[in-house]
């Protein structure tokens, strides 16, 4: 018991070191933010700022364009999302359920382009869009992050859908559902988790995109929040408060987009599991 109860200790403190080396970084993001400018430069570090102001707030978020890359950053994500979710819950359906030719091979494809390193298809992507006519053009970003966070989506819904009991379909299928019917019923609802896991992943892979935004959108009405962060820094130098502020405020989306999503990851492991 006594070695038992040691070990639970020692996991515990380990768990309390890793979370704060982790969470140290967003820490001093929003410390550095709230701290007066003339403590900004110390040569030393304080955990806890003697002094606090929100002037870097103001100066951060007033600055020209911020609503305007907000706006586009969270169209540009949102709409991603949406259509990643849609295309990958079609995909993963068939692969899942269904067996036809080439559906490993399929399978293999959708895993081997979630591989490929995003940055090596900036050349190509920027040659597809030039053709299309949409560069510096929203829809054509929503495009390059739809095909971003796809593969992925498609990937883990394929594992959720297998692990629900094709059964149970079955069984709303006997009490007179049709197969769509057993599957918004019964299927859909189940997997709530694995819907709330990709949305968040490619919400947040989209969110934090800089490379394609910085190269495809070149006017200052549709660059994304990532670009319109690096305006902070000039050759005279960076303004690291309206840095962090900014920083901290682009952080809140995503949390606030969690804690929405993330309700519905109890209710949906047993609703349509229980027939009414």
Avoid at 114 to 124: R, T
Wanted: net charge positive; charged share 10%; hydrophobic share 55%.
């Amino acid at each position: 018991m006594p070695r038992t109860r040691a070990m639970r200790v020692a996991v515990s403190a380990a768990g309390v070191l890793a979370t704060a080396f982790f969470a140290f970084p967003t820490y001093w993001m929003v410390t550095t933010a709230l701290k007066p400018s003339g403590q900004l430069l110390s040569d030393g570090y304080d955990l806890v700022p003697l002094g606090l102001t929100f002037e870097h707030f103001v100066g951060g978020t007033g600055k020209a364009g911020f609503l305007t890359a907000l706006g586009n950053s969270l169209m540009a994500s949102l709409g991603a999302v949406v259509c990643a979710l849609v295309a990958g819950l079609l995909a993963a359906v068939p692969l899942a359920r269904m067996r036809f030719r080439g559906r490993k091979g399929f399978a293999m494809l959708v895993l081997v382009a979630q591989m490929a390193p995003f940055e090596a298809l900036l050349i190509p992507m920027y040659l597809m869009m030039r053709d299309l006519n949409l560069l510096d053009r929203l829809p054509g970003l929503i495009l390059v992050y739809f095909g971003a966070t796809l593969p992925f989506t498609a990937w883990t819904l394929r594992g959720f859908v297998r692990g629900i009991p094709l059964e149970l379909e079955e069984a709303a299928m006997m009490d007179g559902c049709g197969r769509w019917g057993a599957f918004r019923r019964v299927t859909l609802p189940l997997l709530g988790p694995g819907l709330v896991a990709t949305s968040v992943f490619g919400f947040i892979t989209a969110w934090n995109e800089f490379l394609y935004a910085l190269t495809f959108m070149q006017s200052k009405d549709n660059v994304t929040l990532p670009v319109w962060l690096s305006g902070f820094q000039s050759k005279f130098g960076t303004d690291w408060g309206a840095t962090m502020a900014a920083s901290t405020v682009f952080t809140l989306p995503v949390l606030i987009f969690f804690l929405v999503v993330q309700r519905n990851l109890v209710s949906g492991l047993t609703a349509g599991a229980v027939k009414g």
